[in-house]
């Protein structure tokens, strides 16, 4: 497993939309599954609101659903009818999605064990899979070298100030 992109965001919501689409644009043109892990129940009802009003076919799953609406969501990611799972940090634990190409890590995790365990979400079953952290500088903390230091995880670093770049 290896961090695909690096991307420093200054740490405001638009600007996350703004790349969270453009990558979702690149990677789901050909219907490639992503899953966009939040911290929070309310940002992830956010994001997943506004990648829907961008017309990214978008569900979402976090502790506040039903265990019906849960299970009707992920049926619908792993058949492929939605691309885009936008899931929080409780409710993605123990999740098994076997073509899921792309895990996109909205801000980093409290810890490196639960950021390994969610990129494992991706290239299961021999398949290939990539895995984006985006943050703001004031995030890192030292999460990016506790990363590579416990894990031995390579990473290629794009620290950017500008987020208008293309990705």
Not at 133 to 146: H, I, K, T, V, W
Request: glycine share 6%; net charge positive.
């Amino acid at each position: 497993m290896a961090i695909m992109w690096l991307q420093q965001l200054p740490p405001n919501h638009s600007n996350a939309i703004r790349v969270l689409s453009d990558l979702l644009t690149i990677h789901s043109s050909d219907k490639r599954r992503t899953i966009i892990f939040a911290r929070t129940k309310a940002v992830v009802e956010s994001i997943a609101q506004e990648l829907h009003q961008r017309r990214f076919a978008v569900q979402l799953l976090h502790a506040d659903l039903t265990q019906a609406e849960r299970e009707r969501n992920l049926s619908q990611f792993r058949s492929g009818s939605i691309s885009v799972l936008v899931a929080s940090d409780i409710a993605g634990r123990g999740l098994d999605v076997p073509e899921c190409e792309l895990v996109i890590h909205l801000r980093p995790p409290m810890n490196t064990d639960v950021y390994v365990h969610r990129s494992g979400r991706t290239g299961r079953a021999g398949r290939s899979g990539k895995s984006i952290l985006l943050y703001s500088p004031q995030e890192d903390g030292g999460f990016l070298s506790r990363l590579r230091k416990i894990h031995n995880v390579p990473m290629p670093v794009r620290n950017t100030d500008h987020v208008n770049e293309s990705v």
